[in-house]
Protein backbone atom coordinates (compact mmCIF):
# COMPACT_ATOMS: atom_id res chain seq x y z
CA UNK A 1 0.00 0.00 0.00
CA UNK A 2 1.34 2.90 -0.86
CA UNK A 3 1.08 6.06 1.66
CA UNK A 4 -0.05 9.68 0.19
CA UNK A 5 2.71 11.99 0.45
CA UNK A 6 2.02 15.68 0.97
CA UNK A 7 3.76 18.37 -1.69
CA UNK A 8 6.80 20.21 0.26
CA UNK A 9 5.45 21.66 3.08
CA UNK A 10 2.01 20.33 3.81
CA UNK A 11 1.48 17.41 5.84
CA UNK A 12 -0.40 14.75 5.69
CA UNK A 13 -3.20 15.65 8.25
CA UNK A 14 -2.96 19.86 7.10
CA UNK A 15 -4.22 18.53 3.71
CA UNK A 16 -6.93 16.38 5.22
CA UNK A 17 -8.26 19.11 7.45
CA UNK A 18 -8.32 21.36 4.19
CA UNK A 19 -10.51 18.90 2.42
CA UNK A 20 -13.06 18.44 5.52
CA UNK A 21 -13.05 21.96 5.91
CA UNK A 22 -13.70 22.31 2.47
CA UNK A 23 -16.39 19.81 2.14
CA UNK A 24 -17.45 21.44 5.18
CA UNK A 25 -18.73 24.85 2.84
CA UNK A 26 -21.41 23.29 1.51
CA UNK A 27 -23.03 22.33 5.65
CA UNK A 28 -26.70 22.91 5.54
CA UNK A 29 -25.75 25.06 8.79
CA UNK A 30 -24.69 28.74 7.72
CA UNK A 31 -22.83 28.39 11.01
CA UNK A 32 -20.69 25.38 10.04
CA UNK A 33 -19.69 27.40 6.37
CA UNK A 34 -18.75 30.31 8.03
CA UNK A 35 -16.79 28.27 10.47
CA UNK A 36 -14.83 26.63 7.51
CA UNK A 37 -13.93 30.15 5.71
CA UNK A 38 -12.53 31.62 8.70
CA UNK A 39 -10.45 27.99 9.31
CA UNK A 40 -9.46 28.04 6.00
CA UNK A 41 -8.57 31.74 5.92
CA UNK A 42 -6.11 30.77 8.78
CA UNK A 43 -4.62 27.94 6.95
CA UNK A 44 -3.94 30.56 4.24
CA UNK A 45 -1.54 29.69 0.92
CA UNK A 46 -2.08 25.61 1.76
CA UNK A 47 -5.22 25.98 1.21
CA UNK A 48 -5.66 27.96 -2.24
CA UNK A 49 -4.87 25.31 -4.56
CA UNK A 50 -7.67 22.83 -3.44
CA UNK A 51 -9.92 26.03 -3.26
CA UNK A 52 -9.83 26.74 -6.90
CA UNK A 53 -10.16 23.36 -7.64
CA UNK A 54 -13.47 23.34 -5.34
CA UNK A 55 -14.63 26.51 -6.89
CA UNK A 56 -13.91 24.89 -10.53
CA UNK A 57 -16.08 21.84 -9.78
CA UNK A 58 -18.54 23.09 -7.55
CA UNK A 59 -22.08 21.85 -8.66
CA UNK A 60 -23.75 24.91 -7.53
CA UNK A 61 -23.68 28.49 -7.11
CA UNK A 62 -23.91 28.15 -3.29
CA UNK A 63 -20.90 26.08 -3.12
CA UNK A 64 -19.23 28.50 -5.36
CA UNK A 65 -19.76 31.51 -3.70
CA UNK A 66 -18.34 29.89 -0.38
CA UNK A 67 -15.50 29.24 -2.16
CA UNK A 68 -14.91 32.16 -3.58
CA UNK A 69 -15.44 33.70 -0.13
CA UNK A 70 -12.88 31.74 1.53
CA UNK A 71 -10.23 32.22 -1.58
CA UNK A 72 -10.71 35.85 -0.84
CA UNK A 73 -10.42 35.87 3.06
CA UNK A 74 -6.88 34.63 2.46
CA UNK A 75 -5.76 37.30 0.36
CA UNK A 76 -2.58 38.19 -1.35
CA UNK A 77 -1.62 34.44 -1.17
CA UNK A 78 -4.55 33.35 -3.67
CA UNK A 79 -4.23 36.01 -5.86
CA UNK A 80 -1.97 34.56 -8.34
CA UNK A 81 -2.88 31.24 -8.36
CA UNK A 82 -6.74 32.98 -8.99
CA UNK A 83 -5.57 35.05 -11.84
CA UNK A 84 -3.47 31.86 -13.35
CA UNK A 85 -6.81 29.25 -13.28
CA UNK A 86 -8.92 32.09 -14.82
CA UNK A 87 -6.53 32.32 -17.51
CA UNK A 88 -6.59 28.99 -17.81
CA UNK A 89 -10.41 28.18 -16.97
CA UNK A 90 -12.83 29.39 -19.69
CA UNK A 91 -15.46 28.05 -17.83
CA UNK A 92 -18.10 31.26 -17.09
CA UNK A 93 -19.33 30.39 -13.78
CA UNK A 94 -15.94 29.62 -12.76
CA UNK A 95 -14.36 33.06 -13.94
CA UNK A 96 -17.36 34.88 -12.56
CA UNK A 97 -17.21 33.47 -8.87
CA UNK A 98 -13.54 33.82 -9.48
CA UNK A 99 -13.92 37.45 -9.67
CA UNK A 100 -15.65 37.70 -7.54
CA UNK A 101 -13.18 36.96 -5.34
CA UNK A 102 -10.66 38.65 -6.36
CA UNK A 103 -13.09 41.91 -6.06
CA UNK A 104 -13.91 41.53 -2.46
CA UNK A 105 -9.81 41.43 -2.18
CA UNK A 106 -10.03 45.32 -2.31
CA UNK A 107 -7.18 47.34 -2.84
CA UNK A 108 -4.66 44.57 -3.00
CA UNK A 109 -6.31 43.04 -6.12
CA UNK A 110 -6.26 46.41 -8.36
CA UNK A 111 -2.76 46.30 -9.90
CA UNK A 112 -2.85 42.81 -10.82
CA UNK A 113 -5.68 42.58 -12.39
CA UNK A 114 -5.10 45.34 -14.52
CA UNK A 115 -2.12 43.83 -15.34
CA UNK A 116 -3.87 40.44 -16.29
CA UNK A 117 -5.58 42.43 -18.59
CA UNK A 118 -2.92 42.85 -21.18
CA UNK A 119 -4.45 39.31 -22.75
CA UNK A 120 -6.61 38.51 -26.10
CA UNK A 121 -9.02 36.78 -24.16
CA UNK A 122 -12.36 39.11 -24.09
CA UNK A 123 -14.14 37.35 -21.69
CA UNK A 124 -11.30 37.30 -18.93
CA UNK A 125 -11.07 40.85 -19.60
CA UNK A 126 -14.58 41.63 -18.98
CA UNK A 127 -14.86 39.62 -15.99
CA UNK A 128 -11.61 41.45 -14.52
CA UNK A 129 -13.42 44.42 -15.11
CA UNK A 130 -16.17 43.76 -13.61
CA UNK A 131 -14.28 42.95 -10.40
CA UNK A 132 -11.80 46.36 -10.08
CA UNK A 133 -15.86 48.00 -10.98
CA UNK A 134 -17.22 45.80 -7.65
CA UNK A 135 -13.53 47.58 -5.63
CA UNK A 136 -14.51 50.46 -7.23
CA UNK A 137 -12.81 53.81 -5.50
CA UNK A 138 -9.78 52.37 -4.68
CA UNK A 139 -9.58 51.43 -8.15
CA UNK A 140 -9.58 54.37 -9.78
CA UNK A 141 -5.93 55.76 -9.78
CA UNK A 142 -4.88 53.34 -10.40
CA UNK A 143 -6.79 52.59 -13.55
CA UNK A 144 -5.96 56.41 -14.19
CA UNK A 145 -2.48 56.25 -14.63
CA UNK A 146 -2.97 53.02 -16.92
CA UNK A 147 -4.92 55.50 -19.21
CA UNK A 148 -1.88 56.02 -20.64
CA UNK A 149 0.06 52.55 -20.66
CA UNK A 150 2.15 51.91 -23.11
CA UNK A 151 -0.36 48.34 -23.58
CA UNK A 152 -3.21 49.68 -26.24
CA UNK A 153 -5.54 46.78 -24.50
CA UNK A 154 -4.57 48.19 -21.01
CA UNK A 155 -5.67 51.31 -22.21
CA UNK A 156 -8.51 50.43 -23.86
CA UNK A 157 -9.79 48.51 -20.79
CA UNK A 158 -9.11 51.11 -17.86
CA UNK A 159 -11.24 53.05 -20.09
CA UNK A 160 -14.05 50.96 -20.64
CA UNK A 161 -13.80 49.73 -16.65
CA UNK A 162 -13.99 53.20 -15.92
CA UNK A 163 -17.41 53.50 -18.44
CA UNK A 164 -18.65 50.40 -16.21
CA UNK A 165 -18.32 51.94 -13.31
CA UNK A 166 -20.98 54.86 -14.55
CA UNK A 167 -20.49 58.15 -12.00
CA UNK A 168 -17.83 56.63 -10.07
CA UNK A 169 -15.38 56.77 -13.17
CA UNK A 170 -16.71 59.38 -15.56
CA UNK A 171 -14.41 62.12 -14.12
CA UNK A 172 -11.17 59.83 -15.06
CA UNK A 173 -12.21 59.78 -18.27
CA UNK A 174 -13.03 63.38 -18.79
CA UNK A 175 -9.88 64.58 -17.54
CA UNK A 176 -8.08 62.54 -19.57
CA UNK A 177 -10.03 63.29 -22.80
CA UNK A 178 -7.12 65.94 -24.82
CA UNK A 179 -8.02 68.91 -25.57
CA UNK A 180 -8.31 70.15 -28.85
CA UNK A 181 -5.48 72.54 -30.35
CA UNK A 182 -6.51 75.68 -32.14
Same mark, same amino acid.
Given at each position: ?????????????????????????????????????????????? %??? $???? !?? #??? /? +???? &?? =? @? *?????????? %??? $???? !?? #??? /? +???? &?? =? @? *?????????? %??? $???? !?? #?????????????????????????????????????????????????????????????????
Amino acid at each position: MKSRKAPAGKKPETEERIHQLIAALADPSIDVRHAAVRALREYGAP %AVA $PLIS !AL #AAA /P +DANH &RW =Y @A *AIALSKIREP %ALP $PILT !AM #AEN /P +DHEF &RR =Y @A *AAALGEMGDI %AVE $PMID !AM #ATDDRALRGFLSQALCRIGKPAIEPLTRRLEDENEIIRSCATLTFWQMGEAGLPAIIQNIPEEKS
